[in-house]
């Protein structure tokens, strides 16, 4: 059934964000494929070190490919997780969705990131997951690090 769910949610957002860019940008023929987001780093603020690697992006084919790890280090938990729905939320902006696991428990997460600047100036990252203790959102501007935004148009 996760398969099956997982195979819509890739149709759903191929199609979604082929209606919200129209194929172009700045006059370009731009197809939404060849479309990523990384980025590593540290969060502000916080109570104790929130540390985080990811990428995740839409292949040339259109499939959804990506991961993520974050850890808080002021309670030890962790996630790891797959990229399976990937969004273009705005010319900065990316939503990532997946399946993973947090301290053992198999969740879901919801991670959207904004590059707002070179390198990681004022950028974001918003995560939301259930770990074992209950759901968790954990939120916050870059101390250290970088998201990038990566397009097929530059």
């Known amino acids: 059934m996760r398969a099956l769910r997982a195979t819509l949610v ?3 957002v191929v199609l979604a964000v082929a209606a919200e860019t129209g194929g172009s940008a700045a006059g370009k023929d731009c197809p939404p494929t060849n479309d990523r987001a990384t980025g590593g780093g ?3 603020p916080g109570g104790g070190e929130r540390t985080f690697g990811f990428e995740g992006g839409l292949r040339e ?3 959804v490919h990506g991961h993520i790890v974050f850890k808080n280090h ?4 962790r996630l790891k997780g797959e990229v399976t729905a990937y969004v273009i939320t ?3 902006t990316r939503r990532l969705q997946g399946t993973g696991q ?3 428990q198999e969740t879901d997460f919801d991670l959207q990131v904004a590059d707002n600047g070179k390198p990681g100036s004022g ?3 918003t995560l939301a997951y259930v770990a074992p203790g209950g759901p968790r959102l954990e939120s916050g501007t870059l101390g250290g690090g970088n998201i990038q935004i990566h397009t097929s148009c530059g």
């Open 90 to 92: 705005g010319t900065n």
């Open 102 to 104: 947090s301290d053992g």
């Open 123 to 125: 950028d974001s990252f």
């Open 42 to 44: 540290w969060l502000l």
């Open 61 to 63: 084919n259109g499939s």
């Open 74 to 77: 002021a309670t030890d938990e």
């Open 10 to 12: 890739r149709a759903i």
